[in-house]
C-alpha cells in the first residue's frame, strides 16, 4: 500500500504525521460531485450505481491528500432492503414509505442477504479498491443498530424520537428484537465489504447521544459490542480495524473503549487531549474539529489544527477528522488548507 499511515493509526502504531480523513468527504461541497449526482438524477441512484458510487469516493483524493477513501452510501441501505422503501425528498432528507411500528411488523422483518438484496454495495466496494489500487485503504461502514431503529420507528428524521422512545418504554422485549434482528443484518453486511475489500470498518452511531446512560449502554452499545465481536478482524493476513462513533456520546467514552473496537470518533464537543487522558492507550482517537470552522479562514483553520494536535500531544494513534460530517456551503479550498495543515504541523508530534 502506497500511503497505510491511517491503517497504522488506527493500530497505535508509529507514523510520520497524523493521518487525515473527512466524514462526507464525497459531498454536496464539492461541484465534481454535484455534478456527478446530477448526472444520475437522484441521490439513491447515486448509492444503488456502483459505477457512480465509486466515481464520487474517489473524486475527494483527486483534489486533496486525504489518507483514505470512504465508500460513497448511506446508513439507510439495511432498513430499504428490509422492505421499509426508503425515499428522499428535497429539503425533508431520508423517509420510509413503510416505517416499523408494532410488533408484528418486527416479527415480520426479514435480515436481508448483503450479496443480494445489498449486491449493488459489495460491487461498488470491489470496484473502489480495484480503482484505489493501493493508494489509501477503503473505508466500509453501516449505521449502529439504535441509529436504524430510530429512522425505521420514526419512519425519517425527527426532532423529538417520540415514536422511538416510545416503543422502547412501552415494549423493551419488542425493541430488543428489533435492535438483535439489525445487529445481525449489520454483521452480515460489514462482513460482505470486509470480503469484498473495504479494509477499516466504522459503525456511525448517530444518534446513540439521546437517551439516558443506561438506556445507551442497554439499546446502543450492547448491539455494536455484538457487531464488534462477530466481525471478521482478519482478512487475507490483513487486520481490519474498527471504529465506533457515537454522536455526543463523551460521556461513555470509557464504556465505548471496552466494546473491542480499535478508534472512537470523537464529536467537537470535549478536547481530545480530555478524550485521551481517559481512554490511555487503550484504543486510538478520531476527531474532532468543529465542522463549522472551515466557514472561517485559512488562519483560523491553522489555529484550531494546531490546538487540537497540540490538546492530544505526542505520539501514536490519532487520526484528525471532524466532529461530524461537512457541512454542504463549504469551500473545498479551505478543506485542502485543513488537509495539509494537518500534514505540516502534525510532524513534530511524531
Known sequence: ?????????????????????????????????????????????????????CEVTLQPL????????????????????????????????????????????????????????????????SLIRRELNGKV??????GSPWTLATYMVEGGTTKTFSQVKKLLFQQPQSMSILLDKLAQAVTNYLNAQIAAGAQVIMLFDTWGGILSTQNYLDFSLNYMQKIVQNLTHEYEGQRIPVIIFTKDGNEWLENIANTGCDAIGLDWKLPIGQSRKRVGNQ????????????????????KEVANILASFGSGNGHIFNLGHGIHPEIDPELVKVLVDSV????????
Open 283 to 302: 484504543v486510538a482517537l478520531q476527531g474532532n474539529m468543529d465542522p463549522c470552522m472551515l466557514y472561517t479562514s485559512p488562519e483560523q483553520v491553522r
Open 62 to 125: 483527486e483534489r486533496f491528500d486525504l489518507d483514505a477513501a470512504i465508500l460513497f452510501s448511506d446508513i439507510l441501505t439495511i432498513p430499504d432492503a428490509m422492505g421499509l422503501e426508503l425515499y428522499f425528498t428535497e429539503g425533508e432528507g431520508p423517509r420510509f414509505e413503510n416505517p416499523i411500528r408494532t410488533e408484528k411488523q418486527i416479527t415480520n422483518l426479514a435480515i436481508p442477504d448483503p450479496n443480494i438484496e445489498l449486491r449493488y454495495v459489495t460491487d461498488a466496494v
Open 137 to 142: 485503504p477503503l473505508i466500509g461502514f453501516a
Open 343 to 350: 500534514h505540516e504541523l502534525s510532524k513534530k508530534y511524531h
Open 1 to 53: 500500500m502506497k500511503n497505510d499511515r491511517f491503517l497504522r493509526a488506527l493500530l497505535r502504531q508509529p507514523v510520520d504525521v497524523t493521518p487525515i480523513w473527512i466524514m462526507r468527504q464525497a459531498g454536496r461541497y464539492l461541484p465534481e460531485y454535484r455534478a456527478t449526482r446530477e448526472r444520475a438524477k437522484n441521490f439513491l441512484t447515486l448509492c444503488k450505481t456502483p459505477e457512480f458510487a
